[in-house]
């Protein structure tokens, strides 16, 4: 996608970048399970500003797609969501975030009636990550092929891993602030969701990879997507090492008592969240690039 950066293809990629860190933080905050109704509040903020950015990444597209300067291609947005297979996705995508929103927002008393609600967030949210890969080079041999089914998987698992991340460093951060029984479950989950979704991202980003460079190493040092590449990976694995250091030694440390181990814990986890952030940042940048093996 990106053979010139200009001003239109920097808005693309500063798009990009919030509408998947506001995915994953809605992800994320629902991993999570715990903080109440701040929890929901974020959910529903992070799924307001998703849906918000997708509105103002259309008109971008139409003007890529058709052409024309932004101010000329408004016109074109009919054309672009009836006759392209990118505005299929996009309607696809902003009606399962639609669905998403209203998921989380509205007020259920029944059991049965939240326990569907909460499957229609999960289904919505697998929907929207789909459309999402579908607009990338991951589509390019066909919907519900390896590739992009490899990709939503993908997509799905950096969020959720960034997402708890993210979430429990900041929005949720008082959930942290002293040594409880309480606390020490939410650590123990957090850890746990955060290494599961690590795993599969790890997994299926080994398989995006391997596919964007032809499944030669020589792109990685030779195109612009293969030096995007090093620099996420770079920025992965500082984030696994925090990460790791806060799972195996802070966490054991939080189980056994000690009153200055769940500071330094928080303090970790926010760096590794600001660390997550910029992972998210460059991906999109990456996603807005031609892979190597297709450039």
């Given at each position: 996608?990106?053979?010139?950066?200009?001003?239109?293809?920097?808005?693309?990629?500063?798009?990009?970048?919030?509408?998947?860190?506001?995915?994953?933080?809605?992800?994320?905050?629902?991993?999570?399970?715990?903080?109440?109704?701040?929890?929901?509040?974020?959910?529903?903020?992070?799924?307001?500003?998703?849906?918000?950015?997708?509105?103002?990444?259309?008109?971008?597209?139409?003007?890529?797609?058709?052409?024309?300067?932004?101010?000329?291609?408004?016109?074109?947005?009919?054309?672009?969501?009836?006759?392209?297979?990118?505005?299929?996705?996009?309607?696809?995508?902003?009606?399962?975030?639609?669905?998403?929103?209203?998921?989380?927002?509205?007020?259920?008393?029944?059991?049965?009636?939240?326990?569907?609600?909460?499957?229609?967030?999960?289904?919505?949210?697998?929907?929207?990550?789909?459309?999402?890969?579908?607009t990338t080079h991951a589509a390019d041999a066909g919907d519900f092929s390896t590739a992009e089914l490899v990709h939503m998987a993908h997509l799905l698992a950096t969020a959720g891993w960034a997402g708890v991340v993210v979430t429990a460093a900041w929005p949720l951060r008082r959930w942290f602030a002293i040594t409880s029984g309480d606390t020490l479950a939410y650590t123990t989950h957090l850890s746990r969701?955060?290494?599961?979704?690590?795993?599969?991202?790890?997994?299926?980003?080994?398989?995006?990879?391997?596919?964007?460079?032809?499944?030669?190493?020589?792109?990685?040092?030779?195109?612009?997507?293969?030096?995007?590449?090093?620099?996420?990976?770079?920025?992965?694995?500082?984030?696994?090492?925090?990460?790791?250091?806060?799972?195996?030694?802070?966490?054991?440390?939080?189980?056994?008592?000690?009153?200055?181990?769940?500071?330094?814990?928080?303090?970790?986890?926010?760096?590794?969240?600001?660390?997550?952030?910029?992972?998210?940042?460059?991906?999109?940048?990456?996603?807005?690039?031609?892979?190597?093996?297709?450039?």
């Amino acid at each position: 996608m990106l053979q010139t950066i200009d001003s239109l293809v920097i808005a693309q990629m500063a798009l990009g970048a919030i509408a998947d860190i506001a995915f994953a933080i809605a992800l994320g905050a629902a991993l999570l399970g715990f903080g109440g109704l701040t929890r929901q509040r974020v959910v529903s903020l992070a799924l307001i500003t998703w849906l918000t950015v997708q509105g103002l990444y259309l008109p971008l597209q139409a003007s890529t797609m058709s052409g024309m300067p932004l101010d000329q291609a408004l016109p074109a947005i009919p054309l672009v969501i009836t006759q392209s297979h990118f505005g299929l996705m996009w309607v696809l995508g902003v009606a399962a975030g639609l669905a998403a929103l209203v998921a989380t927002t509205v007020k259920l008393r029944a059991v049965a009636a939240r326990k569907a609600a909460a499957s229609v967030f999960a289904v919505a949210l697998i929907i929207a990550a789909f459309a999402h890969a579908g607009t990338t080079h991951a589509a390019d041999a066909g919907d519900f092929s390896t590739a992009e089914l490899v990709h939503m998987a993908h997509l799905l698992a950096t969020a959720g891993w960034a997402g708890v991340v993210v979430t429990a460093a900041w929005p949720l951060r008082r959930w942290f602030a002293i040594t409880s029984g309480d606390t020490l479950a939410y650590t123990t989950h957090l850890s746990r969701v955060a290494t599961l979704t690590f795993a599969i991202a790890i997994g299926t980003g080994f398989a995006n990879a391997y596919r964007g460079l032809g499944g030669a190493l020589l792109p990685l040092t030779t195109s612009l997507w293969g030096i995007l590449l090093i620099a996420k990976v770079i920025a992965v694995s500082a984030a696994a090492m925090i990460g790791a250091i806060n799972r195996f030694v802070y966490l054991q440390r939080v189980r056994l008592g000690d009153p200055f181990a769940l500071q330094v814990f928080v303090r970790l986890l926010t760096t590794e969240a600001a660390l997550m952030i910029l992972v998210l940042a460059v991906a999109a940048v990456l996603g807005h690039s031609i892979p190597a093996a297709t450039g």
